[in-house]
């Protein structure tokens, strides 16, 4: 077995105290972990722990601020990725990067083409250098010719590992390959991994699919909060003690949730559908309670959410809102009903960057400052001067472009315009992503003192301290469905974790 | 904190500043200055009868470019917009010259403008295909349908009365000047006061977040192609009245010198930026440059190169504003 080769083996590539921080974020504080030859490391954390960031530092996508890229014993320094290829180094990202209109040889020999006279592509020879590649693995089932585009995900992955074999690459990196594949085509991707180890190649795996990382991996390396954890031998750890490793932090006293009086229901869920993500839905939220739904990327919250904002409308099942059914079918609807969606991405759907922060804030309440199709000026700007106030945004007067200003205060006015039209239900989708601690815990501020005046609140939050700290009950959600609930008492890093991956010992929500 | 914010920024002398650096207040001292520098080397330039006839043939690109300055904003953008005042200039001097009454001839075209203009909104907000490809097929239909309808002859024989060019109001202010401002006023004040308007800019801004907000895209671009219409039809009756006869064609490229005074006046064209005052005084300084060109002795010819020259240097200046804007 390789895995018992992994001590004598001098690893074929470290990353020696890599760090990395972007404006208002400290992305990678000191990692530090290495594969070996015909090794499969896996990369474990939530969202959020610094996985990404890593594997772009080894891709030469950007450098770190400090630390050191090591292959075969020597210091690399990767500015583009040009030079991680040049060293060996190919990854394949969640997102493959192919030609959808060229062949399968010409996506595999794109910028490398073999040459004939006068610079002439040698077409007869690429056909056989792809099928030697082909043969190499045993993969018999993908013609040369066919076009890419034409393809499963399965075997568009396949020719984006041909690509990378095609450059020779020693270590590749392999982004969370699993996320859009079929069963099927999951088994023959670890085929063809064993097949890359046994030839020697070091396979770099992302996952946070526990029981992958048991099918494949030799070690497993451990991030949280962009530190290293810890780094085990598979065959010498257990998925629970993983789970603890991954979350496994004391919670920060950042979370001011104010206990108050639970009122009536203000959102009731029941049997809620909407393919392909939404599989029978059931919830509730109070007035003054706030209910954080945890889960994993693509476990179906941010659809759930959408669904219940009327952005893609049900298919089945029943909303109630303070007791009555309604049929939500799109956005404007769900605002006259007391809904506020806060999205997940700010930028692309909160903001409207080029309007002031004036009229940023009226966007949602046009219809309570404008009279007769004619907005009140003087109303709006006591509106948006009210909002200002209340979420202490920095700006230097209404009239600043909203762009201009910090993720933070970008955030809290797209937070403040929905509450400008007093809404019932807030609905908010990971409202602290990407701000910096001190916004953070101010927005979190804001949402004690909204749910102690009565408002009911849905939080969305792939940071388990956040939901854990912010939640009176919590929810948790997986492929689609509420896998498990606790009380703020029963919820524990571990539960919750152990629930969102699937683990042993979920209690199944009644 | 913020309101001791505030009370500095209220009289921070950057302000005026900032106002002054406007794109429509940089316009405004581009006109005049012009006019003072070129009047300086040939003071004919400077006489009543020169600047009226600047305003007087191109209201007309002012008054569309209104119109297209609200598409732009949407975050669309209209090359049809030329062609289609041909059609509506022949549609009305047609009217006129078999007999129609008055009234109808001047109505036909904002009508017809509207139903246009509508209908790529339609096409281009509910069957979700770009507006460039959609105006640019409506742009050979109506140029290859007017070339054929017509057989290229000219409109001649208009009745006096038609001629709504000509119409001074109080003896002093021409028509085509009149209705330049007072569509200009209308449509800014309406853009920057209403919630429709407010709309065009969100749309134009983020299409998603105003989705989210509840602010339908498509009744907005719809509403804003129709709008585009009937400014197109005004522009169309100014056209066909200026002289005693129609054209069956409009000057070559006029869609893109109505852009063009959109962009120039400040419209960004990635959208959800931009006035209609901004582009009705780049129509304006767009025309007085032609003109100051015969004065200062250059072939009037270089005038599509200026236009090349203003348009490049505004988009550049706004693109770069935006990646400032986007990277603070």
């Known amino acids: 077995m390789a895995s018992a080769t992994i001590a004598s083996a001098t690893p074929v590539l470290s990353v020696r105290n890599i760090e990395k921080s972007f404006p208002g974020v400290r992305a990678l504080s000191g990692v530090s972990f290495d594969v070996a030859e015909g090794e499969a490391h896996a990369l474990l954390g939530e969202n959020g722990a610094g996985k990404s960031t890593l594997i772009k530092i080894v891709s030469g996508v950007f450098p770190p601020d400090r630390g050191e890229v090591i292959v075969d014993g020597k210091a690399v320094h990767l500015e583009r990725p040009d030079d991680a290829r040049r060293v060996g180094i190919a990854t394949i990202y969640q997102e493959l990067l192919l030609f959808p209109e060229l062949t399968v040889a010409e996506n595999i020999f794109m910028g490398h083409a073999p040459r004939g006279g006068f610079g002439r592509v040698d077409w007869r020879a690429m056909r056989e250098k792809t099928k030697e590649l082909l043969a190499s693995l045993e993969i018999h089932d993908l013609d040369p010719d066919r076009v890419v585009g034409a393809l499963s995900v399965g075997n568009r992955q396949r020719v984006e590992i041909l690509r990378a074999l095609s450059h020779e690459a020693r270590i590749l990196i392999m982004d969370e390959p699993t996320a859009a594949l079929t069963e099927y085509d999951v088994r023959r991707l670890f085929d063809i991994v064993r097949k890359l180890k046994a030839r020697g190649v070091a396979v770099i795996y992302i996952s946070h699919k526990l029981d992958e990382i048991f099918a494949i991996a030799d070690r497993v390396t451990v991030l949280r909060d962009g530190a290293h954890v810890a780094t085990k031998r598979v065959a010498e750890t257990d998925s629970a003690e993983l789970v603890q490793l991954m979350v496994g932090r004391k919670i920060e006293s950042l979370f001011p949730k104010i206990t108050v009086p639970i009122g009536e229901p203000v959102l009731e869920v029941k049997d809620l559908v909407r393919r392909p993500l939404t599989k029978g839905v059931s919830l509730t939220v109070r007035a003054g309670e706030i209910v954080g739904l945890a889960g994993l990327v693509g476990s179906g919250r941010s659809e759930l959410a959408q669904t219940i904002f009327g952005v893609t409308p049900a298919e089945g099942g029943e909303i109630k809102i303070r007791g009555k059914k309604v049929d939500i079918r799109s956005p404007g609807q769900a605002r006259t009903l007391g809904i506020a969606y806060v999205p997940e991405d700010r930028g692309a759907q909160g903001l409207v960057r080029p309007m002031t922060v004036r009229e940023n804030f009226s966007l949602a309440a046009l219809g309570k400052v404008a009279f007769g199709g004619f907005i009140d000026r003087a109303l709006e700007r006591k509106l948006a001067g009210d909002g200002v106030k209340r979420f202490s945004v920095k700006t230097s007067s209404l009239e600043q472009v909203a762009g201009k200003l910090s993720g933070g205060n970008q955030q809290k006015i797209v937070l403040g315009k929905w509450l400008a039209n007093q809404p019932k239900l807030l609905i908010l989708d990971e409202p602290t992503r990407g701000i910096d601690v001190g916004a953070k815990a101010e927005i979190h501020r804001l949402m004690g003192e909204l749910a102690a005046q009565g408002l009911a609140i849905l939080m969305i939050s792939s940071e388990l301290p956040e939901v854990l700290g912010m939640s009176d009950r919590v929810l948790v959600m997986r492929e689609g469905r509420i896998v498990a609930e606790f009380t703020r008492e029963q919820a524990t890093q571990e539960a919750a974790g152990a629930a969102m991956m699937g683990g042993q010992g979920v209690e199944q929500a009644a | ?328």
Not at chain 2, 105 to 126: D, S
Not at chain 2, 173 to 187: D, G
């Open chain 2, 1 to 328: 904190m913020t309101a001791a914010t505030f009370a500095r920024a209220e009289a921070d002398p950057r302000r005026l500043f900032k106002a002054l650096a406007s794109q429509e207040a940089l316009l405004a001292i581009a006109v005049i200055g012009l006019a003072i520098v070129v009047g300086l080397d040939n003071p004919r330039f400077l006489a009543t009868r020169n600047l009226s006839d600047v305003l007087l043939g191109n209201a007309y690109i002012a008054v569309a470019a209104v119109g297209m300055s609200m598409v732009i904003v949407s975050g669309n953008i209209d090359i049809s917009v030329g062609s289609l005042i041909g059609v509506l200039a022949t549609l009305s001097g047609t009217l006129a010259v078999d007999g129609a009454p008055i009234a109808i001839t001047w109505l036909a075209p904002l009508v017809v403008g509207i139903l246009v203009m509508g209908l790529q909104g339609v096409v281009i907000a509910y069957l979700r295909i770009p507006a460039i490809v959609v105006t640019l097929g409506m742009l050979s239909i109506l140029k290859g349908g007017l070339i054929s309808v017509t057989g290229g002859k000219w409109i001649t024989d208009l009745p006096d009365s038609f001629h709504l060019a000509d119409i001074e109001l109080f003896n002093i202010l021409p028509m085509p000047v009149f209705l330049m401002i007072v569509a200009t006023i209308l449509a800014a004040w309406w853009m920057r006061y209403s919630a429709r308007g407010r709309a065009i800019y969100a749309v134009g801004g983020n299409a998603e977040a105003a989705r989210l907000v509840g602010i339908s895209q498509r009744r907005t671009v719809v509403m804003v192609f129709a709008l585009h219409g009937f400014f197109a039809g005004i522009a169309a009756l100014l056209y066909a009245t200026q002289l005693r006869v129609i054209q069956s064609t409009v000057p070559p490229n006029l869609e893109l010198t109505i852009i063009t005074a959109s962009v120039v006046g400040g419209v960004s064209i990635l959208g959800g930026v931009g006035t209609v005052i901004g582009s009705t005084l780049a129509a304006i300084l767009i025309a007085e440059i032609a003109s100051a060109l015969v004065f200062v002795n250059v072939s009037p010819y270089w005038i599509r190169a200026v236009q090349g020259v203003l348009i490049l240097v505004t988009v550049i200046a706004d693109i770069l504003r935006r990646r400032r804007m986007a990277g603070a």
